[in-house]
């Protein structure tokens, strides 16, 4: 009884102290989408399987904090999202991925369209359309250079109001994609319904490659399937030339991977793939 409770007492002390570190990191995180400093977007390439021609980018968050360094994204998103920050976040780095574009274009460059990653409750606001037409107004960009990516497990339970949502976000002439598909629960005839234009192979299917028959069979049903209701296909997570070759045999249209490309910040996208793009 004795060693339970001092058992007890530990586990609770660690857990005082992991508690402690998520509210500083809140707060510290907070001070960031305040001031903005230490918040910034990496782009990394999509490019075309067949040409490799850069097709679009997609908007990574990164986060450097003085004391923290640097904060994954699989870290400070999830935070973000517990800790009612999420809304703030998100408006500031979709603000920042408009600006970037205008910046691209006032240089002469002729960017392609960035994809920005979309959180459930960012989702879910009611004036999303409003706010995402606004940044189109303010920023004066093409129709088409801001898309964006959801996953299934945002449009659960309320189908028909997400597709009215989406419905509205094409008329604004963006692109959609469902990310990391194949890892959540779409039925078919779901996603036949949904105004998507891209799917996202997750990257898990792409590690699997040559390694599991099981995994290979779900991407060939995945890109058949895609092929049928003419979705863009992208696989994810490409690292090396063997999973591009062993993608050969499948409908895939896009390739996003460190094989292609990593994450970079604005200006080394910009010089290494379209500063021979200019107007
Ligand atoms: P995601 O949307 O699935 O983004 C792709 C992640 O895979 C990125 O991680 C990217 O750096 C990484 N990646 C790309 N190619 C490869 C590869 O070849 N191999 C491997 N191992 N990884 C690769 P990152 O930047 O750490 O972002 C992690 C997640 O955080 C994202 O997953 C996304 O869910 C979320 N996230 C990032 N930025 C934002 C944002 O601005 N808003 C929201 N709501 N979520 C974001
Ligand atoms: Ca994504
Ligand atoms: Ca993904
Ligand atoms: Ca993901």
Same mark, same amino acid.
């Given at each position: 009884k004795q060693e339970g409770r001092n058992t007890y007492r530990l586990y609770s002390t660690q857990l005082d102290v992991r508690e402690h570190r998520s509210l500083a990191m809140e707060t510290a995180l907070r001070n960031t989408i305040d001031s903005g400093e230490g918040l910034s977007l990496h782009y990394q390439p999509l490019v075309e399987?067949?040409?490799? !021609?850069? @097709?679009s980018m997609e908007a990574l968050a990164r986060w450097v904090h003085p004391e923290y360094g640097q904060v994954s994204p699989g870290d400070f998103i999830p935070l973000a999202e517990r800790s009612g920050l999420i809304l703030p976040l998100s408006q500031r780095l979709m603000r920042l991925a408009a600006a970037q574009l205008r910046s691209w274009l006032d240089n002469g460059l002729q960017p392609v369209p960035v994809a920005v990653n979309l959180s459930a409750q960012q989702f879910w606001q009611h004036d999303l359309i409003m706010q995402i037409r606004t940044l189109y107004e303010e920023f004066q960009?093409? !129709?088409?250079l801001l898309n964006f990516e959801l996953t299934e497990s945002m449009l659960l339970d309320k189908q028909q109001q997400a597709i009215r949502v989406l419905q509205e976000l094409r008329e604004l002439g963006c692109r959609i994609a469902m990310d990391d598909f194949g890892t959540g629960y779409s039925s078919l005839s779901y996603l036949h319904q949904l105004p998507i234009t891209t799917l996202k192979i997750d990257r898990s299917f792409i590690q699997q490659l040559g390694e599991s028959a099981g995994s290979e069979a779900i991407l060939a049903a995945i890109t058949g399937m895609a092929q049928g209701l003419k979705l863009t296909v992208v696989a994810e997570g490409v690292e090396t030339q063997a999973q591009l070759d062993a993608l050969?045999?499948?409908? @895939?249209?896009v390739i996003q991977g460190y094989f292609t490309g990593r994450p970079l910040p604005a200006e080394d996208i910009a010089s290494r793939y379209f500063m021979n793009n200019r107007r």
């Open positions: 399987r067949n040409s490799g !021609a850069l @097709v960009l093409p !129709a088409g050969g045999k499948y409908q @895939v249209n």
